[in-house]
């Protein structure tokens, strides 16, 4: 079982930044595939960044050179530093584990394990 309890969601202006925070239970952590996703209203969700348990990430095209993934093994948890918001970046974000996968997932349905999801919106 891995339980993920995302943070540090809110309410920012264009161009602002925003850190948000998953922390995840389990002693295999730095195993696991981590991922942060996304759901506007009426769209479908959306993978944003992934860091496999070699250190590789991906990253959606739009938020290349904005946003940035990172894990720390010890403390269990996996960081999204987004920088340079635009309002396009507003919705739902979602942290997610996936403990199978080799390689770098990014189909959110390979994802077994979801948090509850932080809010972000951005203001024009």
């Known amino acids: 079982q891995v339980q993920l309890v995302e943070s540090g969601g809110g309410l920012v202006q264009a161009g602002g930044s925003l850190r948000l925070s998953c922390a995840a239970s389990?002693?295999?952590?730095?195993?696991?595939?981590m991922g942060w996703f996304r759901q506007a209203p009426g769209k479908e969700r959306e993978v944003v960044a992934v860091?496999?348990?070699?250190?590789?990430?991906y990253y959606k095209d739009s938020v290349k050179g904005r946003f940035t993934i990172s894990r720390d093994n010890v403390k269990r948890t996996v960081y999204l530093q987004m920088n340079s918001l635009k309002p396009e970046d507003t919705a739902v974000y979602y942290c997610?584990?996936?403990?199978?996968?080799?390689?770098?997932?990014?189909?959110?349905?390979?994802?077994?394990?979801w948090g509850q999801g932080t809010q972000v919106t951005v203001s024009s």
């Open positions: 997610a584990a996936d403990r199978t996968s080799w390689g770098i997932p990014t189909n959110p349905l390979v994802f077994g394990y």
């Open positions: 389990g002693r295999t952590f730095s195993t696991y595939a």
């Open positions: 860091i496999n348990s070699g250190g590789m990430t």
